[in-house]
């Protein structure tokens, strides 16, 4: 016991046992609400551009394999093809991007058609993808195979709902097409 009494004690406050408790009670929720607020405004940002990547990977990984034979390879030669390839790609995401926002400003339903269609069809490639990852197929939920299928796309159109409002605040800043859904 003369050992312990002789260490020094560096910024050590010392508390009842009570007092202790306290203060984590009172520091641990606010700390727990503060980590919550970012991980809900990482999530919201991360949402916003998984909901908008899919058809940008399509529509511009699309344009470049197109354009790859027709156009890359007879203006440039080694690797500067690939940067044309990327050029090509990124103006097809603009271009995309732009005649989207004015179908949205100009045709609102006709812009939300074309974005359900679209997230409808994201979110099944994720469902499927994420589906045959971890189950190796889409699940059985019943014991029809045929319901099993309908209960599956029918979850999938719930899911696209969630993306199909996620993507009208991207385009055009969801001013415009608010009250379609």
Request: charged letters at 10%; aromatic letters at 14%.
């Given at each position: 016991?003369?050992?312990?009494?002789?260490?020094?004690?560096?910024?050590?406050?010392?508390?009842?046992?009570?007092?202790?408790?306290?203060?984590?009670?009172?520091?641990?929720?606010?700390?727990?609400?503060?980590?919550?607020?970012?991980?809900?405004?990482?999530?919201?940002?991360?949402?916003?551009?998984?909901?908008?990547?899919?058809?940008?990977?399509?529509?511009?990984?699309?344009?470049?394999?197109?354009?790859?034979k027709?156009?890359?390879?007879?203006?440039?030669?080694?690797?500067?093809?690939?940067?044309?390839?990327?050029?090509?790609?990124?103006?097809?995401?603009?271009?995309?991007?732009?005649a989207?926002?004015?179908?949205?400003?100009?045709?609102?339903?006709?812009?939300?058609?074309?974005?359900?269609?679209?997230?409808?069809?994201?979110?099944?490639?994720?469902?499927?993808?994420?589906?045959?990852?971890?189950?190796?197929?889409?699940?059985?939920?019943?014991?029809?195979?045929?319901?099993?299928?309908?209960?599956?796309?029918?979850?999938?159109?719930?899911?696209?709902?969630?993306?199909?409002?996620i993507?009208?605040?991207?385009?055009?800043?969801?001013?415009?097409?608010?009250?379609?859904?």
């Open positions: 016991y003369s050992d312990m009494v002789n260490i020094p004690t560096i910024a050590i406050i010392k508390f009842k046992n009570n007092q202790r408790w306290k203060i984590v009670i009172i520091v641990l929720p606010i700390m727990l609400i503060f980590l919550l607020i970012i991980l809900y405004k990482l999530s919201k940002m991360i949402s916003k551009t998984v909901a908008v990547l899919i058809d940008f990977l399509f529509i511009g990984g699309f344009t470049a394999y197109s354009l790859h027709i156009i890359s390879v007879k203006i440039a030669s080694g690797n500067a093809v690939y940067f044309w390839d990327i050029v090509f790609f990124i103006a097809a995401c603009i271009l995309y991007y732009i989207l926002n004015y179908l949205v400003i100009n045709f609102p339903r006709l812009a939300a058609v074309i974005n359900y269609i679209v997230s409808w069809i994201g979110t099944f490639l994720i469902y499927g993808v994420i589906c045959v990852i971890f189950i190796g197929g889409l699940p059985q939920l019943l014991n029809n195979p045929s319901f099993s299928m309908l209960t599956n796309v029918i979850i999938v159109s719930l899911l696209a709902i969630i993306t199909f409002n993507r009208k605040s991207v385009f055009a800043n969801g001013e415009t097409n608010e009250g379609l859904c």
